[in-house]
């Protein structure tokens, strides 16, 4: 049984692996820095695309060029938490794959038994993902996913619907670790609605800030939620998110960025961005 992890970096910082995680270097094609790291831009990839489709592009390039019985990817700073069902956002401590149980014995094991590994849904709120979405973002994007899904997979298109207008919680990250067919399967349908939306909103995206021009990832963290309740036949285990900064700082200044979104987002002015 093999099993492939990789975990996104764009730029150098704690650098973690293992036997069964493997750094990436995500939107290399485009980046002036040089990390050390396999790149997205080997083989057959988007990396080009990265500054709009995200960690999505190390999605494509496990899809299309790694060969193993379960693959999956982790941030550089979020991860799965193998060790218990607590959450945890701020670590100090060094040996923080085997302390959280990031390790292959572990999720193997847990891998016999599931088909699919995704974080834990966010907690509820008090409107559904299309709502938050509108307030977040730009949804006419939105609309035209859903109306892409009707397009491709018309016998999906009520349940995606559903999901995404009358639920009120996700899978952040686009993190997942599954089964090597169902991940293939996942890419397939992910990337098929997300390379049509590009070629109808991609104009437009263009002239976006920076934060509203990473569309495509916004949508997939929304459409995974969609593509397993369409796939309701799959064994999905939710574990915790783990959340990696050691600089004091830095976590504060995440804190205090996420508590102003929170009250953007409130009071219905969740496009608007502060910079830090």
């Excluded at 485009?30 to 500054?51: M, R, V």
């Excluded at 060790?83 to 149980?101: A, M, R, S």
């Excluded at 916004?218 to 369409?230: D, Q």
Aim: some cysteine; glycine content about 4%; aromatic content about 14%.
């Amino acid at each position: 049984m093999e099993c492939k992890i990789f975990t996104c970096y764009h730029k150098n910082c704690l650098l973690l692996k293992n036997d069964i995680i493997t750094p990436i270097h995500v939107g290399k094609e485009l980046s002036k820095q040089e990390l050390g790291l396999i790149g997205d831009n080997t083989g057959d990839n988007i990396s080009s695309k990265n500054p709009y489709f995200c960690e999505l592009t190390a999605t494509y390039w496990i899809w299309k060029n790694i060969k193993a019985d379960y693959v999956g990817l982790f941030h550089y700073r979020r991860y799965l938490n193998f060790k218990d069902n607590e959450k945890v956002e701020f670590i100090e401590h060094e040996d923080i794959l085997t302390n959280y149980h990031i390790v292959k014995s572990k999720i193997q094991t847990l891998l016999q038994q599931y088909d699919i590994l995704v974080p834990k849904m966010t907690k509820k709120i008090n409107t559904s993902l299309y709502e938050h979405y509108k307030n977040e973002h730009i949804i006419s994007d939105l609309e035209v996913a859903l109306d892409v899904i009707k397009k491709l997979y018309p016998e999906q298109y009520d349940i995606a619907c559903d999901f995404i207008k009358n639920n009120s919680q996700m899978y952040r990250c686009n993190i997942i670790v599954a089964k090597k067919e169902v991940f293939d399967a996942y890419a397939k349908w992910l990337f098929s609605i997300l390379f049509e939306v590009e070629k109808r909103i991609q104009s437009d995206v263009m002239e976006r800030d920076v934060y509203q021009q990473r569309v495509y990832g916004f949508l997939a963290e929304r459409l995974t939620g969609a593509f397993l309740s369409v796939h309701k036949e799959l064994k999905i285990k939710e574990l915790p998110l783990l959340f990696i900064e050691e600089n004091k700082l830095k976590w504060r200044k995440y804190q205090f960025k996420k508590m102003k979104r929170k009250f953007l987002t409130a009071i219905g002015l969740g496009k608007k961005r502060w910079k830090m």
